[in-house]
């Protein structure tokens, strides 16, 4: 690690939330740790630290992602979400990937492949999000019987995904109904994993009687991202009523938004001070001369920017150096930020750009998007510094 520019991530607090999870939602068998995108940013190493609190399924969006965490040395069963082209089965039974079956066209090719050992399939129903799934009753029980023959396929798992959260929308319901009568030609009971649900939905729903797994992602890394209605003023108390009388107009079924479950964020993202320098009023600072200096100040410069995945959306907003917040000036640059500071600040002071002092959630909004992009922008060539109890367990260099 060359230059002082990296993100933390906080071992303990993600596997203090696995642990909150299953002792608040403790009635599944299958605990999905999707840690896909190279595990929402974090580093694809954090998967042997939420296996060993109690995720015991892995979910990845591709087969490369899914060989790079069994190079870890991780024997625990990885799904990956989307599909895998079928000339490389044989690369998905030699690390144990179990593959998705999306489509009709998909199967029928998948039929005719002979296959030399085990393959693990799961199938994904399209129940309303348009995306990828079958949608077709008579082909999902084609399909089940289709594998039921098929020399070395284990029909392992079913699921679908949900497109909302459906607190405010009729949605969540629907696709459940859909999910229901898509499968109601095959016996579920048979197919040893059933998921529906993702962290959302398992916080703002009862749960799927018939679901026995549950697909965790943005909550793994510390975010409840179910809507707040803040203090109970007239307005919150007008848009409570307002949604009251939309879900029972509609037939929403019960929602939970009152939840009580602590999360701990475990994402941080650190640099340092190259450079102090004190300008004078009226000197422009950074390319395009956008900003002008109102008054005799200092600078500093901090090595990180657009080419590290630091959007230029972060210009104007603050960082916090020595517990005190000052404001980046001037355009983000490809490898360099610079913020107005004072006279305290020092080459080779930290900088925290996102941390507890100045938290995802808050950068997020002033970016104009969410945690879940938030975390998945800083580009992997960014090392990321796992961290228990205070020390350093790895580094990743990607």
Same mark, same amino acid.
Do not use: W
């Given at each position: 690690m060359y230059r002082n520019t990296y993100v933390e991530v906080n071992i303990d607090n993600l596997q203090h939330n696995v642990k909150e999870i299953i002792t608040k939602y403790p009635d599944y068998d299958y605990y999905f740790g999707v840690v896909k995108g190279n595990a929402y940013g974090h580093s694809d190493k954090i998967a042997k630290y939420?296996?060993?609190?109690? $995720?015991?399924?892995?979910?990845?969006?591709?087969?490369?992602?899914?060989?790079?965490?069994?190079?870890? @040395? /991780? !024997?625990?069963?990885?799904?990956?979400?989307?599909?895998?082209?079928?000339?490389?089965?044989? &690369?998905?039974?030699?690390?144990?990937?179990? /593959?998705?079956?999306?489509?009709?066209?998909?199967?029928?090719?998948?039929?005719?492949?002979?296959?030399?050992?085990?393959?693990?399939?799961?199938?994904?129903?399209?129940?309303?999000?348009?995306?990828?799934?079958?949608?077709?009753?008579?082909?999902?029980?084609?399909?089940?019987?289709? *594998?039921k023959i098929k020399q070395h396929i284990l029909l &392992? @798992?079913? *699921?679908?995904? *949900?497109?909302?959260d459906g607190i405010y929308d009729p949605s969540w319901d629907n696709q459940l109904k859909s999910f229901q009568e898509l499968t109601s030609e095959i016996d579920l009971t048979q197919i040893p994993i059933v998921h529906l649900g993702r962290s959302q939905t398992m916080l703002n729903h009862e749960k799927i009687t018939? +679901?026995?797994?549950?697909?965790? @992602?943005?909550?793994?890394? @510390?975010y409840n991202t179910t809507p707040k209605l803040l203090p109970n003023d007239f307005l919150n108390r007008l848009r409570k009523w307002k949604r009251a009388y939309y879900n029972k107009k509609n037939h929403i079924s019960p929602t939970i938004t009152n939840i009580d479950i602590n999360l701990k964020? +475990?994402?941080?993202?650190?640099?340092?001070?190259? !450079?102090?320098?004190?300008?004078?009023?009226?000197?422009?600072?950074?390319?395009?001369? $956008?900003?002008?200096?109102? &008054?005799?100040?200092?600078? +500093?410069?901090?090595?990180?920017?657009?080419?590290?995945?630091?959007?230029?959306?972060?210009?104007?907003? !603050? /960082?916090?150096?020595?517990g005190k917040r000052y404001s980046l000036i001037g355009e983000v640059n490809m490898g360099m930020v610079i913020a107005k500071v004072d006279e305290t600040i020092h080459v080779k002071d930290k900088v925290t750009l996102i941390g507890e002092q100045i938290p995802m959630s808050e950068v997020a909004r002033y970016m104009g998007t969410s945690v879940y992009e938030g975390s998945c922008m800083i580009n992997s060539w960014v090392p990321r510094v796992l961290t228990k109890e205070g020390r350093v367990l790895e580094i990743d260099e990607k």
């Open positions: 939420i296996v060993e609190s109690g $995720i015991n399924y892995l979910a990845v969006a591709s087969l490369e992602e899914g060989i790079s965490i069994r190079k870890t @040395g /991780i !024997q625990t069963p990885i799904l990956c979400l989307e599909p895998i082209e079928i000339e490389y089965l044989n &690369e998905c039974i030699q690390n144990d990937i179990t /593959i998705t079956v999306h489509d009709y066209e998909y199967y029928k090719k998948l039929m005719e492949v002979e296959l030399p050992s085990l393959l693990k399939v799961h199938i994904k129903v399209d129940t309303g999000l348009c995306r990828l799934g079958l949608n077709s009753k008579s082909q999902i029980k084609e399909i089940v019987e289709g *594998f &392992e @798992g079913i *699921f679908t995904h *949900f497109a909302t018939f +679901a026995n797994g549950i697909r965790l @992602g943005i909550i793994l890394y @510390g964020t +475990a994402f941080s993202l650190y640099s340092e001070v190259i !450079q102090v320098r004190k300008i004078k009023k009226g000197s422009f600072v950074g390319y395009g001369r $956008i900003y002008e200096a109102t &008054e005799d100040m200092y600078v +500093a410069i901090i090595p990180i920017g657009y080419a590290d995945g630091f959007s230029r959306k972060n210009k104007g907003r !603050q /960082i916090v150096i020595k």
